[in-house]
């Protein structure tokens, strides 16, 4: 929806976990956005200050249960990060003229392939409130396709770009290495080599990026490598025994005039040395073999050592910082493809502690503390 307002844009968020945690920060540090609601799920957050739930201090607003109470605060905009892949809530608030940056699916990367059982109602609910829903996010997102859009912007002629993620898994829940088949000696049924399951994933963001370069893609293919264990390990969460995934490379190839030309990949690894001939540095990043040669390499930390996943603090921030071209933007499901360039607004702060811990669900399953 086409907001025009010289006041600080009103917004809530949806979901205070592990991104809206980050969510919430962003917010109450950007100046020209004003936090007024927060929605939870869970009973023991109901009636907290926003602020104490993130170790800051209070700010006045407590948090609710009603999603109707949070749209009669008449909030321009939505930050919508819980429940987890979950679109239905974000439904209502579009009917009502809030505009909703989300994480709902990750197929509303690129609006035009997104083929959902609810695109109907989205596109309803948009046309009804005159409102705009945009996907974030940071890998499906920033990572995986805005950062190859820009790099584009300095290449002669590419033949093949390759946007990748190198992440260490040893340290994760059991439930997160059972994707992948971890610790099994084959990759039968494993989530991520399933058909399909990957394209779901980011075959979006090669869309979007094939569409930004001007090309039509002939097909995506997907692949799923694995590399074995050289003898006996363990981490945290299981034991891995010789001869058993120890490491994964996993993706999808965008193939233009026959050729491969655009390639998606994530290499998960359990131990630092094992499989060195694929990428090794962990982070996010993007290849060009063309006209010329660029590596962009984008590595994350905690200015204060405390968050071992700064992807959280991306990923929120990349919807935040979406906020007011959303809500500039005409009505609708719109791509970042359709937005002026999101950049941050809060210049100078020290950092700032706050209470992340790491979730329940991993220090039950890891036995981290």
């Known amino acids: ?39 939870v799920w869970n009973d023991a957050k109901v009636g907290r200050d926003a602020g104490d739930l993130i170790g800051w201090p209070n700010t006045g607003i407590r948090a609710t249960k009603s999603t109707a109470e949070l749209l009669n605060l008449r909030p321009d905009c939505i930050v919508h990060v819980g429940p987890s892949r979950v679109l239905e809530p974000v439904i209502e608030p579009l009917a009502a003229g809030v505009n909703v940056v989300t994480l709902g699916d990750a197929g509303l990367v690129h609006p035009p392939s997104w083929h959902h059982p609810l695109r109907d109602d989205v596109e309803s609910a948009c046309r009804q409130g005159n409102s705009s829903l945009f996907y974030g996010g940071i890998d499906a997102g920033f990572a995986s396709h805005t950062m190859a859009v820009v790099l584009s912007g300095i290449c002669e002629s590419i033949s093949l770009m390759t946007v990748y993620e190198v992440r260490d898994y040893d340290p994760l829940p059991r439930h997160q290495l059972d994707w992948f088949n971890f610790g099994k000696p084959t990759k039968d049924g494993a989530r991520f080599d399933t058909p399909g399951g990957i394209t779901h994933v980011w075959g979006p963001s090669v869309r979007l990026i094939a569409q930004a370069l001007g090309a039509t893609l002939d097909h995506i293919e997907e692949f799923f490598e694995t590399s074995l264990a050289p003898e006996d390990f363990d981490v945290p969460a299981m034991h891995i025994p010789e001869g058993s995934i120890a490491a994964v490379r996993f993706g999808l190839s965008g193939y233009i005039d026959g050729a491969e030309r655009i390639r998606v990949e994530h290499v998960n690894r359990l131990r630092r040395d094992l499989a060195p001939q694929w990428q090794y540095e962990q982070g996010y990043g993007v290849g060009v073999e063309g006209q010329p ?46 937005l002026p360039y999101i950049t941050a607004a809060a210049i100078g702060p020290a950092p700032q502690q706050d209470n992340w811990v790491l979730s329940r669900r991993i220090v039950e399953t890891t036995g981290s503390s």
């Open 293 to 338: 040669n660029y590596r962009l390499h984008l590595d994350l930390a905690d200015p204060l050592g405390v968050q071992t996943r700064p992807a959280l603090w991306g990923t929120a921030m990349y919807l935040v910082n979406a906020i007011p071209a959303v809500c500039a933007a005409p009505a609708g499901i719109r791509s970042v493809l359709d």
């Open 1 to 39: 929806m086409t907001t025009t307002t010289t006041r600080p844009l009103r917004v809530a968020v949806m979901g205070t976990g592990d991104v809206g945690h980050y969510a919430l920060r962003g917010i109450i540090s950007r100046p020209d956005v004003e936090l007024v609601g927060v929605r």
